[in-house]
């Protein structure tokens, strides 16, 4: 069933590249304290009008300081086996943690190969992670695997599984999908857009890209359960974005375990899908989510890289590579751990 419903104007915010360089974020504290607020002229250009607004005011505050402080995790982070998920001679899995940039997982990874022969300087990531979102990074080992991985994710044959806590209204749908229009708006913040508008060019100069996400409910406040992966695309409901969401943010109610999939690969994209849904993931100051919440602080975003599944490029054997859970995913289902 295709669903076409309108949805409320939801923030979105602009991410800058993954450093561990402390001195890359004097760029990032300067550009997070402008103001990213349209201009009413907007709407008088032939430009592409973005269905969600910049970010909230708080994100200025909170973001600076959660990059300074993941620089100076990052800038002391090493990698260890224990952070292994897999390794063979053309590729390693490892679990990111969380609040750690992919740059310092990538520079402290020819120390843990010292002893295996491997040729570090043809180490290339194969998929990334925002700065806050844990779960499974994939490194390749041979300039020709990393080139076989870019054909693979490009033509959709990786297939990424996340899962997000969100904080929000209950939804009334188990499985969706959702599809949007995915850019950068007049002041450099990524946006949804409208389906029908992918393809247009912006104000910077780049195109919307279609951008689509597949979504599971695994558990409302606690209640629910946690499933195999599935099938996300069996029995949904699809919501072809047209217009601003008229499912408000502010709703913040209830508890949701959501597991997603995203078929496009695009900036922010599960973040943002989720803030459009009405449902933002918890910590996610960028894009609406709470940040204070049953008396606690969120110091990053709940969002986590279960798995990827591809064949592998060199056996063609399939691959299944699995993350361990953070706790706040075996939390709201610990009924099931124990």
């Known amino acids: 069933m295709t669903v076409k419903f309108r949805l409320l104007q939801i923030p979105l915010i602009n991410i800058f590249p993954s450093s561990t360089r ?7 504290i300067f550009m997070a304290s402008q103001s ?9 250009t032939d430009y592409p009008v973005p269905l969600s607004p910049p970010l909230p005011a708080l ?4 973001e600076p300081n959660r990059a300074l402080t993941a620089s100076s995790k990052s800038a002391l982070f090493s990698l260890s086996r224990s952070h292994v998920i897999f390794e063979d001679e053309w590729i390693i899995a490892v679990n990111k943690p ?6 310092s997982v990538l520079s402290s990874l020819p120390d843990l190969l010292n002893d295996t022969g491997a040729n570090v300087s043809e180490l290339h990531l194969a998929n990334r992670l925002d700065r806050d979102t844990s779960g499974v990074m994939l490194i390749t080992k041979l300039h020709k695997v990393a080139a076989k991985f870019v054909k693979a994710f490009t033509d959709h044959k990786v297939r990424k599984i996340y899962l997000a806590y969100c904080v929000g209204l209950a939804p009334k749908w188990e499985k969706i999908t959702v599809k949007s229009g995915h850019g950068r708006s007049k002041y450099g913040a990524w946006r949804v857009y409208a389906a029908s508008d992918a393809g247009r060019k912006l104000p910077g100069g780049s195109l919307v890209k279609d951008m689509e996400t597949s979504f599971e409910v695994l558990s409302v406040n606690g209640c629910g359960c946690f499933k195999e992966v ?4 069996k029995d949904e409901d699809v919501v072809i974005v047209q217009e601003k969401s008229v499912i408000g943010c502010d709703l913040k109610k209830d508890e949701i375990l959501v597991r997603a999939s995203p078929r ?6 599960i973040r943002l899908h989720c803030q459009y849904l009405g ?3 918890r910590g996610d100051v960028r894009y609406e989510g709470v940040y204070e919440w049953k008396g606690s602080r969120c110091d990053s975003h709940e969002l986590h890289a279960e798995s990827l599944s591809f064949e592998h490029p060199i056996t063609g054997k399939p691959m299944l590579l699995q993350a361990p859970l953070p706790s706040w995913a075996i939390q709201p289902l610990r009924s099931q751990f124990e």
């Open 22 to 28: 402390i001195f890359r974020h004097r760029r990032f």
């Open 36 to 44: 990213y607020f349209d201009s009413p002229s907007a709407a008088t």
């Open 59 to 62: 994100s200025k505050d909170i």
């Open 98 to 103: 969380q609040g750690i940039y992919c740059e």
């Open 230 to 233: 599935s099938d996300l695309h």
């Open 264 to 269: 496009s690969g695009r900036t922010h994209q």
């Open 279 to 281: 449902i933002p993931i």
